[in-house]
């Protein structure tokens, strides 16, 4: 058999090839769509290719890309990695000095930025070591302090894009993604050419979201955060027509773009998902979205409440799947098996509330304390521990990597739950979210999932608060959609918990504070809520 490697430009080249009139869509926030074929997007990724080859980049340097989700970063997909150099995606949305570790440890040389983060990177320049050129993805550089500084546009013209993408083997790295560091600084994770072509076979499957090319997808889901799922990659592959939202997104733009570019699958954390609804049923101004089939909602999971919203209203399928940056990141997505044609509905919801069967390749494990295998029953409660072609073996230059796997190399995941006996998984939560009251677990994402489907809950988030009989006991903190009391709330929890798991407080609030990738930030609100005294002034302020 020939041995070829697996290379990305492989996925370019059939995107150009056999797909080479099918779209590229890309909101540019001034009320007007850029639209062009994937023949032209591969000659632009090459000619970005040639323009960071004349700026000095090497295979094996690092590109960094400080940008939302456009058609310029996108080119950056496939034009950086192809070239042998590595695409670093940033997260805009962390802190200045997270993003300026990340940087430096990253090994940047060239940052493309958008021209709206230009004031970041210009706060963060003196500190960025290793940056030796700065592009602005647009058509001209604004007034800027950057340099040297150049147009991405102007670069781009002066290449041909007559450039045949090199070989190299295919464990050659070719993106770099950091975890969000809710411990500690952020943790990077390097991905091959390999790992990326598998894990995107891997969501062109049956039985994970299976892009396929008569599909319309809008990638929701962040470019800087995991490669948006591995959804600009699947597209590509399967000349799935791609819609990217563009700067500064808001729900509204989402369901505008559904609207008029009919798209027939979104992909985007369950927060969006919310929002998504809650304008909808406004329904000032109406959008049509009758076009969308499915909406994969992730990063936790969706509530019932959610799922049934959007399947008896609009006729929208919701599946989640479970992952991490570490994975690429999918692991598991919720199909249905042909066992589930015939159920009720409540038993199908009961299987899609669970994160899934894992995709081909994906090997799970389910082990207690002592890294012991345990039963897949749906009842033993245990850690996931994960091997995969597209799971990191190490972080990168990191030296707290041996501790995240186990002496057989499996990753330790952190998160908790059960798997059932048709291979189900099912969290209950992360290690450090669990609440020990009395000796006793108690599952903060049960909890929520629950508050969540209660018609007058937008948003519930549940912490540890210390306690002193029980050490810990669950504080609900909650977003409400129209008014409700927590006698209201208790009852409704009573009905699926035992009395010992129900919160002692609900904390109703404003919002709850999200992670620079739309999840519950629940260290800020046990730093914030932690003490009683805190809950107290805060009530009181709220009364005034």
């Known amino acids: 058999m020939m041995?070829?490697?697996?290379?990305?430009?492989?996925?370019?080249?059939?995107?150009?090839?056999?797909?080479?009139?099918?779209?590229?869509?890309?909101?540019?926030?001034?009320?007007?769509?850029?639209s062009y074929t994937y023949a032209e997007y591969a000659v632009r990724a090459r000619k970005l290719a040639q323009a960071l080859t004349a700026l000095g980049v090497r295979p094996g340097d690092r590109v960094g890309t400080v940008a939302w989700n456009t058609h310029r970063?996108?080119?950056?997909?496939?034009?950086?990695?192809?070239?042998?150099?590595?695409?670093?995606?940033?997260?805009l949305r962390l802190f200045d000095e997270q993003i300026a570790y990340i940087i430096n440890h990253g090994g940047d040389r060239v940052l493309l930025i958008d021209p709206d983060q230009i004031p970041l990177i210009e706060r963060l320049a003196p500190d960025l070591r290793g940056v030796q050129a700065y592009v602005v993805l647009a058509d001209t550089v604004p007034e800027t302090t950057l340099s040297p500084v150049h147009s991405y546009e102007e670069l781009l013209a002066a290449q041909d894009g007559k450039l045949e993408f090199p070989d190299f083997p295919e464990t050659t790295a070719s993106a770099m993604c950091y975890t969000s560091g809710t411990t500690g600084d952020p943790k990077g994770v390097l991905y091959s050419h390999r790992s990326v072509v598998l894990h995107t076979l891997g969501l062109c499957l049956h039985g994970s979201i299976g892009v396929r090319e008569e599909a319309i997808f809008l990638a929701i889901s962040p470019m800087f955060h995991a490669n948006s799922w591995g959804i600009p990659f699947a597209a590509a592959l399967q000349g799935a027509t791609?819609?990217?939202?563009?700067?500064?997104?808001?729900?509204k733009h989402y369901l505008e773009l559904i609207d008029r570019h009919k798209v027939t699958h979104a992909v985007g954390a369950v927060t969006i998902g919310v929002m998504m609804r809650d304008l909808l049923e406004r329904d000032d101004p109406h959008y049509d979205v009758s076009s969308l089939d499915v909406l994969w909602l992730g990063g936790q999971a969706p509530p019932r409440g959610l799922m049934k919203w959007f399947a008896d209203t609009h006729a929208v399928v919701v599946p989640q799947g479970w992952g991490m940056t570490e994975a690429s990141p999918l692991v598991t997505f919720t199909a249905l098996k042909s066992?589930?044609?015939?159920?009720?509905?409540?038993?199908?919801?009961?299987?899609?509330?669970?994160?899934?069967?894992?995709?081909?390749?994906?090997?799970?494990?389910?082990?207690?304390?002592?890294?012991?295998?345990?039963?897949?029953?749906?009842?033993?409660?245990?850690?996931?521990?994960?091997?995969?072609?597209w799971m990191a073996s190490a972080y990168y230059d990191d030296p707290r990597s041996p501790a995240s796997y186990d002496a057989q190399g499996w990753f330790k995941t952190g998160d908790v739950g059960v798997i059932d006996p048709d291979g189900y998984v099912q969290l209950t939560d992360r290690s450090k979210d669990l609440i020990k009251s009395g000796g006793e677990w108690i599952s903060s994402v049960e909890l929520?999932?629950?508050?969540?489907?209660?018609?007058?809950?937008?948003?519930?988030?549940?912490?540890?608060?210390?306690?002193?009989?029980?050490?810990?006991?669950?504080?609900?903190?909650?977003?409400?959609?129209s008014p409700v009391t927590p006698e209201e709330l208790t009852a409704y929890l009573l009905e699926h918990f035992a009395r010992w798991w129900i919160p002692e407080e609900f904390l109703f609030v404003d919002a709850i504070p999200k992670t620079g990738v739309g999840k519950f930030d629940k260290k800020v609100l046990r730093a914030r809520f932690g003490e009683a005294d805190a809950r107290e002034r805060y009530r009181a302020e709220a009364s005034r």
């Open 242 to 251: 791609l819609v990217l939202p563009g700067p500064h997104p808001e729900p």
């Open 448 to 481: 929520e999932n629950s508050l969540m489907a209660h018609p007058a809950v937008a948003e519930a988030s549940v912490v540890a608060v210390p306690h002193d009989k029980w050490l810990e006991r669950p504080l609900a903190c909650v977003v409400t959609r």
């Open 3 to 34: 041995d070829r490697p697996l290379l990305m430009k492989q996925l370019l080249w059939r995107a150009e090839r056999v797909f080479g009139d099918k779209r590229i869509i890309s909101r540019t926030g001034d009320g007007e769509d850029i």
């Open 73 to 91: 970063h996108y080119e950056a997909y496939f034009g950086v990695p192809c070239m042998g150099a590595v695409l670093h995606t940033v997260n």
């Open 339 to 389: 066992k589930h044609d015939h159920v009720a509905e409540d038993d199908v919801y009961d299987v899609r509330g669970k994160q899934g069967l894992p995709l081909p390749l994906c090997e799970v494990r389910l082990v207690d304390e002592d890294g012991d295998d345990l039963p897949w029953d749906g009842k033993a409660v245990g850690e996931y521990h994960l091997r995969s072609p």
